[in-house]
């Protein structure tokens, strides 16, 4: 039986290589109906072959590849709702995420950008031996969210990045990863739809900036609706005029008016 | 129908808490009952519960060892209260006349006309054959039939007396099976037959080592462990969901781990995951100066397989290939991710109902059942609008909200704000001035329920950082909960 297993693996192994796209013929022919089903569920994923891994359009132009480019290490400076953006796409299409260490993700808020919760994997507390964890979280995860402890020592940080070149898969570190080719911040952001008293929190217009070496030395700055009043994430287009009025919508279902109704007869 | 194949009716004794209350949500209290069960099996193994407070056995057998029914029921009693719940218990042909007896015996009701009756007395015992004229004078209402019940009241029969007494052809003429099974009971006889299962077998396998081994022979004998527990589940026709492996230590480390069984893993199958569990097994520690002592240090002493969730099994189709869990690369890593950490440590989260954030999302543990207490898609009013909060704190973070003249904000029973807030102190954050706010939104959950009632309001905060927050007052103190962006 155990011999059975390593053959998958080694099938596997060769299927997630990103240059040998055209391998998983070969293999389904070889390896036989063992593994038909293994094949079967890697095939189903659609736009996950290539090397570079779907992200939300608004988010796309701010990353050299378009997406989250297999083997990289992309760097988000919390572990917030543009962390959860990131990977929405990703999940959306058909990618296993891991999340190792954020025990507060809010799972709720990854759905409503579009991931599937049911190919999320938490780990919520990985302890010392998270190399460990992130390492066999990769083998089943296109994407891996981590936030590592304080300065990860460069020796852990090399070895992962090995694991991610060999693999192919995408490291999402909410904190600090010195060197990685790529890193995401909210520089400012404004909320839409509660005021003094009243309403609800709606949408929120935000201006991510992408710092990092290579294709990206020059900062690049998007303003973006993080979230849209529909729970996506949309460019936004008016610029850096500053302007709060939001896009139309239905006013906010379920907002509490009798408990405003009772404040203002208060005042 | 044991009564009337041996031409006399069974004797039932019913042993009865009064105060019991009859539902609950968790089953907490049908488990504390568990208590008095046990203590009644010590004088009968097969004890049938008919509700949390109630249960019963054949009195036959027992009474005949204990020295007479009264002495059994004297002793039940006697027992059950030496653990301190208040019991009555009541012996009679069949179970129905029992259960009255045993409540009899604390309303003090006369077991017979010329028999007065002493309240509070631990045990009412109807003598053999006096099942029906002990019946006689109850109403008819006692029967838990409120239709049939309802009609014989119409027809002017008032008492099971009465009822009794009516020819069985007319009753099964009038009022068909079910009206004939209601008569046997008032006349003492048994509707249906008692039905105990036997007391439940421990079906868990043990394995002591003496010397201590390692953990490789160890995973080896837990083959022969495993097959042995999967005959004894496969005897009993059951399976397990789970299997729970224990491994004691020579100097008293355990390590107990749950794993997905589902009725699937062969014997191999099983030793397999007791091999993943050992590997995270602590290797000797480096402690004295040479060998012997480690040895035995890090040595394992006892290997126990304990099914968990038994289920009817019900023939699961196998996999064609292969006996094996049938797994993709994502259940193979998620499983030695639980070997390394435990099985609780890898969640699979699920959407689930609920009003504040930290319900809305369940944690299974992978491979467990996934199916939430609180489905998503029902309506949950005064729920917080949309969009979902990114970060949802496990434990609240304690807050501080002031107002413009630096007093803390109150919310009154009424919903109604003390001061506009001004300023947010969030955990050991320093304090931000609040740019816009909204709120109160009053919530009272589980009212009924001590443990588990909340009555805060929440409200949504925004700081001058561009943060946005959902913070909840609840008995004036403020927690945030958890956080937008």
Redesign the interface.
């Known amino acids: 039986m155990r011999k059975g297993i390593s053959q998958v693996t080694g099938a596997l192994d060769v299927f997630d290589e990103p240059s040998a796209d055209a391998a998983p013929v070969g293999a389904i022919g070889l390896i036989g109906n063992a593994v038909s089903s293994e094949v079967a569920e890697a095939l189903r994923i659609d736009g996950l072959s290539t090397g570079v891994l779907p992200v939300l359009p608004a988010l796309a132009e701010l990353l050299p590849a378009g997406g989250l480019a297999r083997g990289s290490v992309v760097v988000v400076d919390r572990p917030g709702l543009l962390c959860l953006a990131l990977v929405a796409a990703a999940s959306a299409a058909g990618a296993w995420c891991g999340v190792a260490g954020i025990p507060d993700l809010g799972v709720a808020a990854a759905a409503g950008l579009g991931a599937e919760p049911a190919r999320l994997m938490l780990v919520a507390h990985p302890g010392p031996g998270w190399p460990q964890v992130v390492t066999s979280m990769l083998e089943a995860c296109e994407v891996v969210v981590v936030r590592p402890p304080a300065r990860p020592p460069a020796q852990i940080r090399r070895r992962l990045e090995g694991v991610l070149r060999r693999g192919g898969g995408v490291l999402v570190a909410a904190g600090e990863w010195e060197g990685a080719p790529v890193r995401l911040r909210v520089a400012r952001r404004s909320w839409a739809g509660i005021g003094d008293g009243y309403g609800s929190l709606r949408a929120c217009r935000a201006e991510v900036v992408a710092e990092g070496r290579g294709a990206v030395t020059r900062p690049r700055r998007r303003w973006m609706w993080l979230p849209a009043p529909d729970g996506t994430v949309i460019p936004d287009e008016t610029g850096d005029a500053g302007r709060i009025d939001f896009p139309a919508g239905p006013a906010a279902a379920g907002a509490p008016t009798a408990a405003e109704a009772s404040l203002r007869a208060a005042r | 129908m044991r009564a009337e194949r041996t031409g006399k009716p069974a004797r039932i004794l019913a042993v009865w808490c009064p105060g019991w209350p009859e539902e609950d949500a968790d089953g907490a209290e049908a488990r504390a009952f568990g208590h008095v069960v046990t203590v009644v099996e010590d004088f009968c193994p097969e004890v049938e519960v008919l509700r949390p407070g109630m249960c019963v056995l054949g009195a036959r057998g027992p009474a005949r060892y204990f020295g007479g029914e009264d002495a059994l029921a004297r002793k039940i009693a006697e027992a059950v209260a030496a653990h301190g719940f208040d019991c009555h218990t009541g012996v009679a042909d069949g179970q129905f006349a029992a259960c009255l007896a045993a409540r009899a015996g604390r309303l003090g009701r006369p077991v017979s006309p010329g028999d007065p009756g002493a309240p509070g007395a631990p045990g009412v015992v109807v003598p053999p054959g006096g099942t029906r004229q002990f019946l006689a004078s109850y109403p008819v209402h006692v029967l838990a039939a409120p239709g049939l019940a309802g009609q014989l009241a119409r027809l002017g029969i008032r008492t099971l007396g009465d009822f009794a007494a009516l020819p069985a052809r007319d009753v099964a003429g009038r009022f068909g099976a079910e009206g004939t099974a209601f008569q046997r009971v008032a006349r003492g006889q048994e509707p249906r037959r008692l039905a105990a299962g036997p007391p439940r077998a421990d079906l868990s396998t043990a394995l002591e080592f003496d010397p201590p081994v390692h953990a490789e022979p160890a995973a080896f004998a837990a083959k022969g462990l495993a097959e042995q527990m999967l005959a004894g589940l496969a005897a009993c026709g059951l399976s397990c969901v789970r299997v729970r492996v224990r491994v004691t230590g020579a100097d008293g480390r355990e390590s107990a781990r749950l794993w997905r069984h589902d009725g699937l893993l062969s014997a191999?199958a099983v030793a397999q995951r007791v091999r993943w569990q050992l590997d995270g097994w602590p290797p000797a520690r480096a402690g004295g100066d040479d060998g012997p002592a480690d040895e035995a240090a890090g040595g394992i002493t006892l290997l126990r397989l304990v099914p968990d969730q038994l289920v009817p099994e019900e023939g699961r189709q196998l996999g064609l290939?292969?006996d094996?869990l049938?797994s993709?690369?994502?259940e193979?890593?998620?499983v030695?991710?639980q070997a390394?950490?435990g099985h609780e440590?890898?969640?699979?989260?699920?959407?689930a109902g609920g009003r504040g954030?930290a319900e809305?999302?369940v944690?299974v543990p992978?491979g467990d059942m996934r199916d939430p207490r609180f489905p998503a898609d029902r309506p949950w009013p005064?729920?917080i609008?949309?969009?979902?909060?990114?970060?949802?704190?496990?434990v609240p973070l304690t807050a501080r909200v002031i107002d413009a003249t630096g007093s803390p904000v109150a919310v009154t029973g009424?919903?109604?704000?003390s001061a506009?807030p001004d300023a947010l102190m969030a955990g050991d954050s320093p304090w931000l001035a609040i740019t816009?706010?909204?709120?109160?939104?009053?919530v009272t959950e589980r009212w009924w329920d001590e443990q588990n009632a909340t009555r805060r309001a929440r409200f949504?905060l925004?700081t001058e950082d561009?943060s946005?927050w959902l913070a909840a007052i609840e008995l004036g103190r403020w927690q945030i909960e958890?956080?937008?962006?």
């Open positions: 191999l290939w292969g094996d049938i993709g690369r994502v193979r890593a998620a030695r991710l390394m950490l440590s890898v969640a699979h989260p699920l959407l954030p809305q999302v944690l992978f005064a729920r609008p949309p969009p979902a909060p990114a970060t949802v704190y496990p009424r919903a109604v704000v506009p816009a706010w909204a709120g109160p939104w009053p949504q925004v561009g946005a958890a956080r937008y962006d």
